[in-house]
């Protein structure tokens, strides 16, 4: 049975275990549209009643497939997520780019302006399908995206695309408004200028890396923030481990993992084997330990990938498992390991 948390400072309750929809616009690989379809479905059979979606994902391919699939429920029974900042301009053919593989013919082009989030906000209902969506998540926001044109991006976020999501919040037509980001340090900057219901953190706070518990983490706990959970496997490295020596390149932050991040996932399998414990179960269950934490979204790109997810969420991983990490300086001292 997946724990149901509120959406601080809202009314909207997430299971512990979301639906990450990044693959349904076949990123990396493609799918049919009756894979996705099964997929999300067997989320529902399981409890998940979280989905996240954007625009970029597939430029608009995950957002149909997710409508398409969820207009058999009310709506009352699940939290739909969805992002702004980025236009679908259309282009003359769909290609393989950005990692999406047969992608809608659209190119995404980014626009955090006051009505370039309204119409963000109104396409995706259209290609949704849905009358409603409960989060939005200004996407992408930061320099790791925008480089040497961050602080512009910023400045028109702020100043003018927030404004927008204020306005949806305020009048009721989303229960939540957010930043969907790789990086915990542009939330830290935004929450300087702007009020924010939740983040979806992606990558940030991992059982590789902590350093949002720092600042970061102690601040949302502060400020009543919540913390929706992505990438809990560091693009693939916490999911596949590194000690099968027939598997591909182990992949950490989307790239080929460096050396020194291989030899501490080979220390904490090693663990892992000692306590029994399967290396993604640990690696989905860590961040919930947190209390400003209420979900975990990974990607789920099957009707069989969900179940197995599912599982590795009720995995029971004992306490010693998680001292023992400390104890050998693979997880910080101060993560939390159990929610009281």
Same mark, same amino acid.
Not at 260 to 268: H, L
């Given at each position: 049975?997946?724990?149901?948390?509120?959406?601080?400072?809202?009314?909207?309750? /997430?299971?512990?275990?979301? %639906?990450?929809?990044?693959?349904?616009?076949?990123?990396?690989?493609?799918?049919?549209?009756?894979?996705?379809?099964?997929?999300? *479905?067997?989320?529902?059979?399981?409890?998940?009643?979280?989905?996240?979606?954007?625009?970029?994902?597939?430029?608009?391919?995950?957002? #149909? #497939?997710?409508?398409?699939?969820?207009?058999?429920?009310?709506?009352?029974?699940?939290?739909?997520?969805?992002?702004?900042? &980025?236009?679908?301009?259309?282009?003359?053919?769909?290609?393989?780019?950005?990692?999406?593989?047969?992608?809608?013919?659209?190119?995404?082009? %980014?626009?955090?302006?006051?009505?370039?989030?309204? #119409?963000?906000?109104?396409?995706?209902?259209?290609?949704?399908?849905?009358?409603?969506?409960?989060?939005?998540?200004?996407?992408?926001?930061?320099?790791?995206? $925008?480089?040497?044109? $961050?602080?512009?991006?910023?400045? /028109?976020?702020?100043?003018?695309?927030?404004?927008?999501? &204020? =306005?949806? &919040?305020?009048?009721?037509?989303?229960?939540?408004?957010? @930043?969907?980001?790789?990086?915990?340090?542009?939330?830290? *900057?935004?929450?300087?200028?702007?009020?924010?219901?939740?983040?979806? @953190?992606?990558?940030?706070?991992?059982?590789?890396?902590?350093?949002?518990?720092?600042?970061?983490?102690?601040?949302?706990?502060?400020?009543?923030?919540?913390?929706?959970?992505?990438?809990?496997?560091?693009?693939?490295?916490?999911?596949?481990?590194?000690?099968?020596?027939?598997?591909?390149?182990?992949?950490?932050?989307?790239?080929?993992?460096?050396?020194? /991040?291989?030899?501490? /996932? #080979?220390?904490?399998?090693?663990?892992?084997? =000692?306590?029994?414990?399967?290396?993604?179960?640990?690696?989905?269950? %860590?961040?919930?330990? $947190?209390?400003?934490?209420?979900?975990?979204?990974?990607?789920?790109?099957?009707?069989? &990938?969900? =179940?197995?997810?599912?599982?590795?969420?009720? *995995?029971?991983?004992?306490?010693?498992?998680?001292? =023992?990490?400390?104890?050998?300086? @693979?997880?910080?001292?101060?993560?939390?390991?159990?929610?009281?």
């Amino acid at each position: 049975m997946l724990k149901k948390n509120r959406i601080s400072k809202t009314e909207a309750y /997430v299971t512990s275990l979301g %639906f990450g929809a990044a693959t349904l616009g076949n990123l990396y690989q493609p799918m049919s549209d009756g894979e996705a379809h099964s997929a999300i *479905e067997k989320a529902f059979q399981l409890g998940i009643n979280q989905i996240d979606t954007a625009p970029f994902y597939g430029f608009g391919l995950s957002e #149909r #497939r997710v409508g398409d699939a969820l207009r058999a429920y009310d709506a009352s029974s699940y939290i739909i997520s969805s992002k702004v900042g &980025r236009l679908l301009k259309p282009c003359t053919m769909a290609s393989e780019k950005y990692g999406y593989s047969s992608p809608m013919p659209f190119e995404p082009i %980014f626009d955090y302006s006051y009505d370039g989030v309204m #119409r963000s906000f109104e396409d995706s209902l259209q290609r949704l399908g849905l009358s409603e969506i409960d989060i939005i998540y200004m996407h992408d926001i930061g320099s790791l995206t $925008h480089g040497d044109d $961050h602080k512009n991006q910023f400045s /028109v976020a702020i100043d003018s695309g927030y404004k927008a999501m &204020r =306005e949806l &919040r305020d009048q009721g037509v989303v229960k939540a408004i957010g @930043l969907g980001v790789n990086e915990y340090q542009i939330c830290e *900057e935004a929450m300087n200028y702007a009020s924010f219901d939740c983040f979806l @953190l992606a990558g940030r706070y991992t059982l590789l890396e902590q350093k949002a518990l720092t600042s970061f983490l102690p601040r949302c706990e502060k400020d009543n923030i919540s913390i929706i959970i992505g990438g809990p496997y560091n693009s693939g490295i916490l999911a596949t481990g590194v000690s099968n020596a027939q598997q591909s390149t182990p992949y950490y932050n989307y790239e080929p993992a460096p050396a020194e /991040v291989i030899d501490k /996932v #080979r220390k904490i399998e090693a663990l892992c084997t =000692e306590y029994k414990v399967t290396l993604a179960a640990a690696a989905l269950q %860590f961040p919930l330990a $947190h209390s400003a934490v209420a979900s975990v979204i990974p990607g789920l790109d099957s009707a069989k &990938r969900v =179940e197995q997810t599912h599982a590795l969420m009720q *995995e029971k991983i004992p306490k010693n498992f998680w001292l =023992e990490l400390k104890d050998q300086a @693979l997880l910080c001292a101060d993560a939390p390991i159990a929610r009281e």
